[in-house]
Nanobody, 115 residues
Framework: QVQLVESGGGLVQPGGSLRLSCAAS????????MAWYRQAPGKERELVAS???????NYAESMKGRFIISRGTRKNTVYLQMNSLKPEDTAVYYC?????????WGKGTLVTVSS
């Protein structure tokens, strides 16, 4: 059974940083790609970053140079390091994986960027 649990969200000032974590069970990240998405109020859910089982990464244009996706020491954990945060980064952040063509989502963690 695949389960994804995000953590690390919270309130941060503009220009600050947060590190989000996604703990995955039921999968092996050596064989599964992972991604972070976000959904802001009134906006469509959008891709933030992804990482393949081989470690290749991709980022949405607005996140390049600010966000970093990585795998942790344990094979079942993925991180999103978020730097230089802006108010427009305020959103619920979700982690996602695909197993045999089926999408699995976490419940999300809220990031609020405000002074």
């Amino acid at each position: 059974q695949v389960q994804l649990v995000e953590s690390g969200g919270g309130l941060v000032q503009p220009g600050g940083s947060l590190r989000l974590s996604c703990a995955a069970s039921g999968i092996d990240l050596r064989f599964n790609a992972m991604a972070w998405y976000r959904q802001a109020p009134g906006k469509e859910r959008e891709l933030v970053a992804s990482i393949t089982s081989d470690g290749s990464t991709n980022y949405a244009e607005s996140m390049k140079g600010r966000f970093i996706i990585s795998r942790g020491t344990r094979k079942n954990t993925v991180y999103l390091q978020m730097n230089s945060l802006k108010p427009e980064d305020t959103a619920v952040y979700y982690c996602k994986t695909v197993v045999t063509l089926v999408d699995y989502w976490g419940k999300g963690t809220l990031v609020t960027v405000s002074s």
